[in-house]
């Protein structure tokens, strides 16, 4: 048997209160968030909940807003079958698709196929699409990269598709690491090593290219270890916390010698793209 994820449905009133919550699990080892008309619904593995992490949730308690939730299990035979019950094809920019296996073959000149099997990324979430959107946009080819917290991989799938001539991708949980593996496989990927392990395995490695799409709380963790795989002008495109953490961000991110160059936001989230000096 599989990891048994906790499914948490909340009903949130006002709705503007979903993007506050959001951010707040965001801290607290939540994976994935899929909101609806009534709020939202939060996945976390059960071995990372206990009812405690809600007395640090602040919007729970605000008079501002009704809050009430109901948790469920979820094991993985059960989140494929919703997943492949709620899966959409994802358009980004005018080249790009992100499709399931059951979906047709688009004519669309990035044609990727994604099983997400319990993983981050499919390009529905605005992190996912901001960090393609950069891709899209830059110049990959011959270019080394790192993609730390791959998720599904489809990050580093889509670097491969734009030119990349190595691609380091790691993911320090299993399901992640076998779903990346997969999800290569799938799009007939040569290029890329996956691995499941911390940041740390690529200490002496440099890059062109550093991506990373995870909680803000772990992409600090990783600060330092970026510091350690760039060299005079390797870039850094994150996302994975909210434009108003951006200032800390920047802060933290000069002090290791990286300026911020550009960024995107989507509905108060934010990748941000920098260089390393």
């Not at 108003?244 to 934010?270: A, C, H, P, Y």
Request: hydrophobic share 35%; net charge neutral.
């Amino acid at each position: 048997m599989g990891d048994v994820y906790l499914s948490i449905n909340f009903n949130v009133r006002p709705i503007s209160g979903v993007e506050i919550l959001i951010a707040e699990l965001s801290y607290l080892g939540f994976e994935m968030f899929q909101e609806n008309n009534q709020g939202l619904n939060a996945y976390i593995k059960e071995s990372n909940f206990n009812k405690n992490l809600f007395d640090k949730v602040r919007i729970l308690n605000s008079k501002e807003f009704k809050i009430d939730y109901n948790i469920s299990k979820l094991e993985n035979k059960n989140w494929n079958e919703k997943w492949e019950r709620d899966f959409e094809p994802v358009e980004i920019g005018q080249n790009c698709i992100i499709r399931a296996p059951f979906h047709q073959k688009s004519k669309k000149k990035y044609d990727i196929v994604i099983k997400p099997e319990m993983s981050f990324g499919t390009g529905h979430h605005e992190t996912t699409r901001l960090m393609i959107e950069f891709l899209l946009e830059y110049d990959l080819e011959n270019k080394t990269i790192c993609d730390v917290g791959c998720g599904t991989g489809i990050l580093s799938i889509i670097s491969e598709k734009r030119g990349a001539k190595l691609v380091d991708a790691l993911d320090i949980d299993p399901n992640c690491y076998r779903n990346t593996l997969t999800n290569i496989k799938k799009n007939n990927c040569k290029k890329i090593n996956v691995m499941n392990s911390s940041s740390d395995i690529l200490i002496g490695n440099y890059y062109d290219l550093i991506l990373s799409n995870i909680t803000l709380n772990i992409l600090k963790e990783n600060f330092e270890n970026f510091k350690m795989f760039s060299s005079r002008q390797t870039n850094l495109i994150l996302s994975g916390f909210y434009k108003n953490d951006l200032e800390n961000v920047n802060e933290i991110l000069e002090g290791l010698n990286f300026t911020n160059i550009d960024s995107k936001t989507k509905n108060n989230w934010i990748a941000a793209r920098y260089c390393y000096n």
